[in-house]
C-alpha cells in the first residue's frame, strides 16, 4: 500500500502525541507537570452546560444538522462581534461555522490556494499554517517575526516580486506562540499592502478574549477595507473554555465565505445542533465571568514572568493569551532544553523550534495549569538550570 507522495512534506503535529506520551508518564506514577497542553483547565460556565445537556438531552436533536435552522447560530456571531468588536456582519454572507478553527484552517488552504501558489506564513507559527499549504499542494513561503520587531511581519521587508505572486497569508495575533499584539496601525498597514498586491488576508484570532492589563485585541475585521481583503477565524475553544466542542467560526469576506462554504457542502455535514444550541446561550449569555478568568491567567502569567527574570532569562509579560514565551539558557537548543526538563524535572515546556526556524532558542510555556503548580514547575526549573 502506498500513500500519497505529499504527506512526506510535512510533520505530524506533536502537540497530541506529547500530550499521549506524558500521559503515560504519569501512569507511571511520575509527577509530570504539563505546560505545553493550550487546553483551558477551568470549568465552562453552568449557562453553557446547561444549554448543551437540555439539546443533547432532547431525541429529536440528533439529526444531520441540515435538518434545522444555522440562522440563529449565525446571528449569535453577528451580534457578537458587533457587541464585543463593532463589526457589522452579514449573518447570511459573510459568516460561517468551522469545525473548531483547526478544521478552518485546513480548509482555507484548499479554498485559496491551487497547486504550486504560493502563501505566506509567519516563522514561528502554529504549524498547521505551513502543513496545512503544503497538504493542498501550494507553496509556503515563511516570514520572519523577530523580537527586535516585537513579533510583528515587517510587511516593508517581503520583495515585491514574491508579493505580487503570493495569493493570501496567514497572521494571528494576539500571537501563538509569541504572544505578541498588533495595534491599528499594524492592521491599517497591512490592509493596503494586502489591496495593493491583491492578497487574501487569514486572521487566525482565537485569543481575543483572553487578555490583560485592560487590554482588548481588536478584530482585524473592524478596519475600514478589511472585509475587502480577508476572513478572520474565531473560535468558542478558548474565550469560552470548551476546546472540546470544536466550534469555530469564519468571518469576513463574502467570497471565501462561499467557496469555503462550498468546499463544506463536501467535506462535512454540518455541526451538531446541541452544540449550535450551546454555543448561541454561550454567545447571548452573561460573559462577566470572564474577567474574573483573565485575571486568574494573569495571576499565573505573572508568576512565570517573575521566576524567569529571577533566572537570568529573558521574557516579556503578555498582554493576551494564556502562554509565555520566554528565553532559555544558551547551552541548549529548545528540543534539548525542553526533552532534558521532561526527563530530570517531570516538567514539559514546547520547544520554540516546534513552532518554526525561528522559534529556536525559546519555549512556549501554558498558563492552563493552578497557579501553584506553575509555581512549583518554575522552583524545578531553577534547580535544574543551576
Not at 468571518?251 to 462554504?261: F, L
Amino acid at each position: 500500500m502506498q500513500t500519497a507522495k505529499k504527506l512526506e512534506n510535512f510533520n505530524a503535529y506533536t502537540g497530541p502525541a506529547m500530550n499521549q506520551k506524558i500521559k503515560l508518564m504519569m501512569a507511571e506514577g511520575r509527577d509530570i507537570i504539563n505546560l505545553g497542553l493550550g487546553d483551558p483547565d477551568v470549568t465552562l460556565p453552568g449557562h453553557q452546560l446547561k444549554a448543551l445537556v437540555e439539546a443533547v438531552s432532547d431525541p429529536a436533536n440528533h439529526h444531520y444538522p441540515s435538518a434545522y435552522p444555522i440562522k440563529p447560530f449565525y446571528q449569535a456571531i453577528a451580534d457578537w462581534y458587533k457587541h464585543r468588536h463593532g463589526v457589522d456582519l452579514d449573518p447570511e454572507t459573510e459568516v460561517l461555522y468551522c469545525l473548531g478553527a483547526a478544521e478552518g484552517i485546513f480548509q482555507l488552504n484548499n479554498c485559496l490556494l491551487d497547486p504550486g501558489d504560493i502563501c505566506l506564513v509567519p516563522d514561528p507559527a502554529y504549524p498547521s499554517y505551513e502543513a496545512g499549504v503544503r497538504i493542498a499542494g501550494g507553496k509556503a513561503e515563511l516570514y520572519p517575526l523577530q523580537e527586535k520587531k516585537d513579533f510583528l511581519p515587517d510587511l516593508a521587508s517581503i520583495p515585491a516580486d514574491l508579493a505580487k505572486q503570493a495569493k493570501m497569508i496567514w497572521l494571528n495575533f494576539p500571537n501563538n506562540p509569541t504572544t505578541a499584539i498588533a495595534g491599528e496601525e499594524f492592521f491599517l498597514t497591512l490592509i493596503d499592502w494586502a489591496k495593493e498586491y491583491d492578497i487574501a488576508v487569514i486572521s487566525d484570532n482565537p485569543y481575543m478574549d483572553v487578555c490583560f492589563d485592560g487590554y482588548r485585541p481588536p478584530s482585524f475585521l473592524k478596519f475600514p477595507g478589511a472585509k475587502e481583503v480577508g476572513v478572520e477565524l474565531n473560535s468558542m475553544s478558548k474565550s469560552f473554555n470548551c476546546c472540546g466542542w470544536r466550534v469555530g467560526m469564519l468571518s469576513g469576506n463574502r467570497d471565501i465565505i462561499s467557496g469555503m462554504a462550498k468546499i463544506k457542502s463536501q467535506s462535512d455535514r454540518g455541526l451538531y445542533y446541541p452544540l449550535q444550541v450551546a454555543a448561541i446561550a454561550a454567545l447571548t449569555g452573561p460573559v462577566d465571568w470572564m474577567e474574573e478568568r483573565n485575571k486568574m491567567y494573569a495571576e499565573r502569567r505573572d508568576v512565570v514572568v517573575s521566576a524567569w527574570h529571577k533566572m537570568g532569562l529573558e521574557m516579556l509579560a503578555p498582554k493576551a493569551t494564556f502562554y509565555c514565551w520566554g528565553k532559555i539558557p544558551d547551552k541548549y537548543t529548545s528540543k534539548e532544553f525542553s526533552f532534558a526538563f521532561l526527563e530530570e524535572g517531570d516538567v514539559w515546556m514546547i520547544p520554540g523550534s516546534a513552532y518554526g526556524e525561528r522559534g529556536e532558542g525559546y519555549v512556549r510555556i501554558s498558563c492552563a495549569q493552578p497557579v501553584e503548580r506553575i509555581a512549583e514547575a518554575m522552583e524545578r526549573m531553577q534547580k535544574f538550570i543551576s
